[in-house]
């Protein structure tokens, strides 16, 4: 298995030194880094050696939009805002093979709506799949995933669903564009996390998991199975299904804990569940599913309590 972790919780001066931090535990295997924040005070050279060191690879660069993107990234009914946009992503594209990574996760926090009457939704659509189009052929040789929120910053995103970011890929037709999964914005979104993991994977578009838990209508980002237990397990029963072996990132938000601590546990927590899996077994659980039978289902967090 293959994890990482959220950074920003870790208060330390620079990267490199939270990078040397996590390194001690047992099994953190990857880091994925915020481009341009996480470059603030250490060179791409500096990072590639705390890497090497540690012997952690990158697994890919998440572009960060600041304060001149606040009406829109991709989107934005500005062009010259929306072109840097597409830069910041090309640029995180270029660190991305620099440090070795394999992909970058594009989340739009600020390409959406307030009110009524506020966006031309077709036309913003249209200008975004053509974006997402350029990025996706300038980074032909890494992944280029879509982590949708259903809303925060924004009321409404414009790309707030596994069925909405499914459209997005299938309308760009790019062979290198597909999906991160964040438990939580699922969570926020009243949507049954398995069942969007099973039509991402369904396509072969299941490029990112976000592991975290929450209570459905705010992004929480707390510890891996402990507010939904049952929809956790059939996560990672799916994960294991459909094979999913790139990278788990851990993206919580341990403010008032140890966040080393807080990574050791969500290790913990989501070995636990995959033993749990296996204890049960994968055939076994999918002969209860085929069954379509609520009672029988419960065998399974029966199983769990043993
Ligand atoms: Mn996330």
Redesign the pocket.
Known sequence: MKFATRLNSFKNKSIVETIDQIASVQGLTHVDLNYPEHFQNNSVEEIKDALKRNNIKLNGIAPRFRSQFINGELGNSDPVIARKAIDLCKESIDICRELGGSNI?I?LGYDGFDYAFQLNYAKVWKQVVKAIQEICEYGHDIQVSI?Y?PFQPRAYSLISSYGDTLLMINDAKCSNLGA?L?F??MLMKAENPSFGLSLVAEKNKLFGV?L?DGNKLNDDGLIVGSVNFAQSLEFIYYIKKYSYDAVV?F?TFPEREDPLAELKTNIAMYTKLNDLVDGIGMDKIQSIIDQNNAIAAQEIMLGCLK
């Open positions: 996760t989340w982590e929120k991160t964040d939580c914005h976000h975290n990132y993206d």
